[in-house]
């Protein structure tokens, strides 16, 4: 058997917690949640919230019982009202951003952000990880059936791709549970490209397939096992990975003359994934990481050739140049006129879409347009704050 580990590590994160959120913060989130609820896109634009490098997308909907959402490539944080009841945050930590960064960083980055809109925050507290292997191996996955898989789970499902065979699913909706899949086929619509070169610096080739042996403990497993810090939990990991592999699920070789399902052989694939040192280096930490959400370059050039070349179809056009120059009139023309019918300069509505885009990227800071009343209401504090200092001799 070939078997050849790639890299291994946390792949899910979800943490919550404790503290009180700042009122002065909340009242802003509040502002800004309505502005993300405008029916205007420079309105919404503005629905941005600031935070060290961290330029979040404020949302126009809260999740279930925390009203604020804050979004970017890194965080998905969902904070409450000042009610001792719940959690200040829930945060839904990034596949990609802990593909570049080991947890236990990643909590004091969060502690640090959310010190900053609230007190007495606590540690974090794990509501939900996931563990993950990432291996090469020469074996079929689909050359065993649901009953050579041994475990306490209630579901055993096999799924297919376009009538190839995707992976295993076990447990699925349960406090754990597990998945073995084809990762090669999943980045095809995930797009996670980054994940390659780290393969290949583990020793992957370009053409082999990887495969993931994931799981998914949630925080009702975890209490049971006394691991609800992420710092105690993260000394534990082997414990999770061991108690995963050979006693809640196992991957066997049935034996047809002895009914005694316990008593089958364990599969050698198995047996190499339940070995893994959890102590030891996972792989290699992308270099590369940005906390906004801008498409890369081939995204982008993949829908500017696909319009262009749709356009040149349409007119029997195949030059390339000609092609593209008549495109941008077109584009130029169109809205132009689209100014024109709203009643506004076409580079207003160009800056509007962009800041538009720039609040979704988490790319640009738009400052919020300033109301009449309130710039009236500064001119008079910036009035009094002029008379009160020369009243003083200019002091």
Same mark, same amino acid.
């Given at each position: 058997? *070939?078997?050849?580990?790639?890299?291994?590590?946390?792949?899910?994160?979800?943490?919550?917690?404790?503290?009180?959120?700042?009122?002065?913060?909340?009242?802003?989130?509040?502002?800004?949640?309505?502005?993300?609820?405008?029916?205007?896109?420079?309105?919404?634009?503005?629905?941005?919230?600031?935070?060290?490098?961290?330029?979040?997308?404020?949302?126009?909907?809260?999740?279930?019982?925390?009203?604020?959402?804050?979004?970017? %490539?890194?965080?998905?944080?969902?904070?409450?009202?000042?009610?001792?009841?719940?959690?200040?945050?829930? *945060?839904?930590?990034?596949?990609?951003?802990?593909?570049?960064?080991?947890? +236990?960083?990643?909590?004091?980055?969060?502690?640090?952000?959310? +010190?900053?809109?609230?007190?007495?925050?606590?540690?974090?507290? @794990?509501?939900?990880?996931?563990?993950?292997?990432?291996?090469? +191996?020469?074996?079929?996955?689909?050359?065993?059936?649901?009953?050579?898989?041994?475990?306490?789970?209630?579901?055993?499902?096999?799924?297919?791709?376009?009538?190839?065979?995707?992976?295993?699913?076990?447990?699925?909706?349960? @406090?754990?549970?597990?998945?073995?899949?084809?990762?090669?086929?999943?980045?095809?619509?995930?797009?996670?490209?980054?994940?390659?070169?780290?393969?290949?610096?583990?020793?992957?080739?370009?053409?082999?397939?990887?495969?993931?042996?994931?799981?998914?403990? =949630?925080?009702?497993?975890?209490?049971?096992?006394?691991?609800?810090?992420?710092?105690?939990?993260?000394?534990?990991?082997?414990?999770? #990975?061991?108690?995963?592999?050979?006693?809640?699920?196992?991957?066997?070789?049935?034996?047809?003359?002895?009914?005694?399902?316990?008593?089958?052989?364990?599969?050698?694939?198995?047996?190499?994934?339940?070995?893994?040192? #959890?102590?030891?280096?996972?792989?290699?930490?992308?270099?590369?990481?940005?906390? %906004?959400?801008?498409?890369?370059?081939?995204?982008?050039?993949?829908?500017?050739?696909?319009?262009?070349?749709?356009?040149?179809?349409?007119?029997?056009?195949?030059?390339?140049?000609?092609?593209?120059?008549?495109?941008?009139?077109? *584009?130029?023309?169109?809205?132009?006129?689209?100014?024109?019918?709203?009643?506004?300069?076409?580079?207003?509505?160009?800056?509007?879409?962009? =800041?538009?885009?720039?609040?979704?990227?988490?790319?640009?800071?738009?400052?919020?347009?300033?109301?009449?009343?309130?710039?009236?209401?500064?001119?008079?504090?910036?009035?009094?704050?002029?008379?009160?200092?020369?009243?003083?001799?200019?002091?």
């Amino acid at each position: 058997m *070939v078997f050849k580990p790639l890299r291994w590590g946390v792949d899910s994160l979800y943490l919550s917690f404790d503290g009180e959120l700042n009122a002065d913060v909340e009242k802003e989130l509040q502002k800004l949640k309505q502005a993300a609820q405008s029916s205007e896109e420079p309105e919404q634009a503005c629905a941005q919230f600031a935070l060290e490098d961290h330029l979040f997308e404020v949302k126009d909907k809260g999740s279930g019982l925390f009203p604020y959402v804050l979004d970017d %490539n890194a965080f998905r944080i969902q904070l409450s009202r000042r009610n001792k009841r719940l959690p200040m945050a829930y *945060v839904k930590v990034s596949s990609a951003y802990l593909s570049s960064k080991r947890p +236990c960083d990643i909590e004091d980055d969060l502690l640090w952000l959310l +010190c900053q809109v609230g007190t007495n925050v606590d540690p974090a507290k @794990v509501s939900r990880i996931d563990l993950y292997l990432d291996f090469v +191996c020469d074996i079929s996955m689909e050359s065993w059936t649901r009953a050579a898989w041994l475990t306490r789970a209630s579901s055993v499902n096999a799924y297919a791709i376009d009538n190839e065979f995707s992976g295993w699913s076990i447990g699925q909706g349960g @406090v754990l549970s597990c998945r073995l899949y084809d990762k090669t086929l999943e980045l095809e619509k995930s797009k996670k490209y980054y994940l390659q070169p780290l393969w290949t610096e583990r020793g992957w080739k370009a053409g082999e397939r990887v495969w993931r042996l994931e799981f998914q403990f =949630r925080r009702e497993v975890l209490t049971q096992k006394g691991l609800s810090e992420l710092s105690g939990m993260l000394r534990h990991l082997n414990g999770l #990975w061991s108690y995963a592999t050979t006693e809640w699920l196992k991957l066997t070789m049935p034996n047809p003359d002895d009914q005694t399902r316990s008593r089958w052989p364990i599969h050698p694939l198995w047996i190499a994934l339940a070995s893994i040192d #959890w102590e030891t280096d996972g792989g290699p930490l992308s270099k590369r990481f940005s906390p %906004n959400r801008a498409p890369q370059d081939a995204t982008l050039c993949r829908f500017a050739f696909s319009a262009l070349t749709s356009f040149m179809a349409r007119e029997g056009e195949f030059d390339f140049w000609r092609g593209w120059s008549l495109l941008r009139e077109i *584009v130029e023309d169109h809205y132009q006129q689209r100014a024109e019918f709203e009643g506004i300069p076409f580079e207003q509505l160009v800056e509007e879409k962009v =800041r538009f885009k720039g609040r979704k990227f988490n790319t640009l800071f738009n400052p919020a347009p300033v109301s009449e009343e309130e710039l009236a209401e500064r001119e008079a504090e910036a009035f009094e704050r002029e008379y009160r200092k020369q009243s003083r001799g200019g002091w």
